[in-house]
Nanobody, 115 residues
Framework: QVQLVESGGGLVQPGGSLRLSCAAS????????MAWYRQAPGKQRELVAL???????NYADSVKGRFTISRDNAKNTVYLQMNSLKPQDTAVYYC?????????WGQGTQVTVSR
């Protein structure tokens, strides 16, 4: 069993930055691929960024060049650095951990980009 707890969400103005954190407990963090998803009202949940157990990353086209996913296995934590935020980035952001066939989700943290 793995528990994921997100933090760092909030209200930010367009062009601003936020850093989301996801702390994992209950298992061996290093074996999991970690990802950030987001979901806005009325829209499907979408993959924002992924980092594999080996450290490889990939990003949604909409966030490339603005967001960076990283992980610190010693701290059992994954991060999402979000820069140059846009109103269309507004969503609930969810942390995800996967090691097939098992997957875990955090509770989500709200990110609102607005004046």
């Amino acid at each position: 069993q793995v528990q994921l707890v997100e933090s760092g969400g909030g209200l930010v103005q367009p062009g601003g930055s936020l850093r989301l954190s996801c702390a994992a407990s209950g298992s061996i963090f290093s074996i999991y691929a970690m990802a950030w998803y987001r979901q806005a009202p009325g829209k499907q949940r979408e993959l924002v960024a992924l980092i594999s157990s080996g450290g490889s990353t990939n990003y949604a086209d909409s966030v490339k060049g603005r967001f960076t996913i990283s992980r610190d296995n010693a701290k059992n934590t994954v991060y999402l650095q979000m820069n140059s935020l846009k109103p269309q980035d507004t969503a609930v952001y969810y942390c995800h951990a996967g090691a097939s066939p098992t997957a875990y989700w955090g509770q989500g943290t709200q990110v609102t980009v607005s004046r």
